[in-house]
């Protein structure tokens, strides 16, 4: 089978799962765009502060 | 000429705003080592593209492709799936929230804190001095070399400016500063890509017959090269071949997996508020890394219709540049593409080389000044000093990177890549993984692991892997033959053998040694106490 002029599947396959691989990215961005919006407050890192103290 | 010099000088102006505003905006140690941790998702994925893609990724990857053909899109794959997925789903989000559990600025600090000890902060910080400023040296000749013959300058005096106008934006704008000038810098960098690889398609009648004409050229492949396994440039290489294990091993393994382990890269998961700003990143990273690299290599492969069918070379593309691949790129630009374009593919190489050397010598500097000498040697009682003690330690980096930029062959640029990696890969990989995925490795197990992935990297580089151990040198010297092992050791990179060895050196020694504290293990992974 021939895909995009390239007979070998080892070639294709790596040239189709390259796109494929960013078109994940995209989609996991805009899937998750307002996901994970927790962030460290000053009180959180009070205890490291001490530990190097 | 003057065009290009008018091109130049913008390009450079609209750098040294951008610098200047880093530096308006640099008010503390935060904001000049992990840009104040509140980095826009635009700017951080385009300044991590930026800085892992240099101009010997796309002048280097492109003549590899035209050497071996489009097989290498393998690696294209591997850079978006372990360079973006892996690294900001995966390791990013942890390494953002452990990093900033432990107020880390540094990728050093962050391992020293996460195991609670200044000496493996100091060491690893140790590793980056020693080893980074060969790479930088590498990225400091390849671009040198392209302005002395892009402009007609002394190969010293380009790398005398160069080095100048990066350190001014470096020393003054800090990592805030780095990160805006790379946002630009990939910008320009993807723009050019991408108008390279339309130009290319469209001149050889789109995508499809350009992969075809490229087929039909296997029977120009060097006999040379046939004999070790290249079999055309739209085929694998034969499998257990010479080639076979070089690309596996060496662009696969090597620059894939080892991007993970690179110092600059891993601090800029610290530069982002939450999680949510990493999962907008991925997108971005994702279609640039897919855009630089694989427009390299389809490019470089195709390079051989172009030359092959225009009557003027007639001739495959390693032959036209008389067997040096990284003038095959330039080549190829010169007699294939509109004059504009030259313009613009200079700023990509620009851009390339200065968005790497930029954060080279930000984290060589705070390895230095803060991880170093402030950390390691002062025991960390000199806070105040911070800005100033890395911003000495970028000089000294600097200066140590420049004495071995006028000092190392030109030949030199692939080696010390390899070896930059080699040494990432098998020294800090295993601890970084243990510290963001095993709350069971110790103090012990990181040590252990880091002697071992460097011993045993430079013992590979230096008496196994033939192409590093043939440059260096010694095993000539001291067993008058250029590698210890049969074949096919001799072409394995040593990434594949020595960052296992790590591995497994890291679980075993902290399976029999000390753990570190219950309490602080719940602290560094925010759980409620002996969760």
């Keep these: 089978m021939t895909v995009l002029g390239i007979a070998d599947p080892g070639v294709w396959l790596a040239y189709l799962l390259s796109i494929l691989s960013a078109v994940f990215c995209i989609v996991y961005g805009f899937v998750n765009w307002n996901k994970g919006d927790e962030r460290i407050q000053p009180e959180d890192i009070k205890w490291v502060k001490a530990e190097i103290k | ?531």
């Design chain 2, 1 to 531: 000429m003057l065009t290009l010099t008018i091109v130049v000088i913008i390009y450079l102006s609209v750098v040294g705003f951008l610098g200047y505003c880093g530096y308006r905006r640099t008010k503390s140690a935060l904001d000049y080592l992990v840009a104040g941790r509140d980095i826009h998702p635009f700017v951080m994925s385009i300044s991590y593209g930026a800085s892992a893609i240099s101009t010997s990724a796309i002048i280097g990857f492109g003549g590899a492709a035209a050497l071996f053909g489009l097989s290498l899109l393998w690696l294209t794959l591997l850079t978006v799936l372990f360079g973006i997925i892996v690294a900001f789903i995966v390791f990013g989000k942890r390494t953002r929230k452990i990093g900033h559990r432990l107020d880390a600025h540094t990728f050093p600090e962050f391992l020293g804190r996460r195991f609670k000890s200044r000496f493996i902060q100091g060491a690893s910080a140790l590793v980056i001095f020693l080893f980074m400023p060969l790479y930088a040296a590498v990225v400091l000749i390849g671009a040198a070399r392209f302005i002395e013959t892009t402009f007609f300058m002394n190969f010293n005096v380009a790398l005398l400016i160069y080095t100048l106008i990066i350190c001014a934006y470096v020393i003054s704008g800090g990592l805030k500063g780095t990160m805006y000038i790379d946002a630009f810098q990939g910008t320009i960098m993807f723009i050019g890509m991408i108008i390279l690889l339309a130009i290319t398609y469209l001149k050889l009648g789109g995508v499809a017959p350009a992969h075809q004409a490229l087929s039909q050229l296997a029977t120009q492949v060097p006999d040379k090269l046939a004999r070790i396994g290249h079999l055309g440039w739209t085929r694998m290489p034969a499998l257990g071949s010479n080639i076979w294990w070089t690309m596996i091993t060496t662009f696969v393994m090597g620059v894939g997996v080892g991007v993970l382990a690179q110092p600059y890269l891993a601090v800029r998961f610290m530069t982002v508020k939450s999680a949510k700003e990493l999962n907008r990143a991925v997108g971005m990273g994702g279609v640039f890394f897919l855009c630089i690299i694989g427009a390299a290599f389809i490019v470089g492969a195709l390079s051989n219709v172009h030359f092959f069918n225009d009557p003027k070379f007639g001739q495959i593309s390693l032959a036209v540049s008389g067997g040096n691949i990284d003038k095959i790129i330039p080549l190829y630009i010169n007699s294939a593409l509109p004059a504009w374009f030259v313009y613009v593919f200079t700023l990509v190489i620009l851009s390339a080389a200065m968005s790497s050397s930029g954060s080279q010598f930000q984290a060589l500097g705070a390895a230095i000044g803060r991880d170093f000498f402030e950390r390691a040697i002062l025991g960390g009682r000199h806070n105040k000093y911070t800005v100033l003690a890395t911003r000495i330690g970028i000089v000294l980096g600097v200066l140590f990177a420049v004495i071995l930029g006028y000092s190392l062959p030109g030949n030199i640029i692939a080696v010390g890549t390899a070896i930059f990696f080699g040494i990432c890969a098998s020294v800090f990989l295993p601890s970084y993984i243990g510290a963001l995925f095993w709350k069971g490795m110790t103090k012990a197990g990181v040590i252990a692991s880091m002697a071992v992935g460097f011993l045993g990297t430079a013992f590979w580089l230096l008496f196994i892997h033939q192409k590093e151990s043939e440059a260096l040198g010694l095993c000539k010297f001291i067993f008058n033959k250029p590698s210890l092992a049969p074949f096919p050791w001799t072409v394995i990179d040593a990434i594949a053998v020595i960052m296992p060895i790590s591995f497994v050196t890291a679980v075993l020694v902290s399976l029999f040694t000390k753990k570190l504290p219950q309490e602080h293990i719940d602290n560094c992974f925010n759980l409620k106490p002996g969760k």
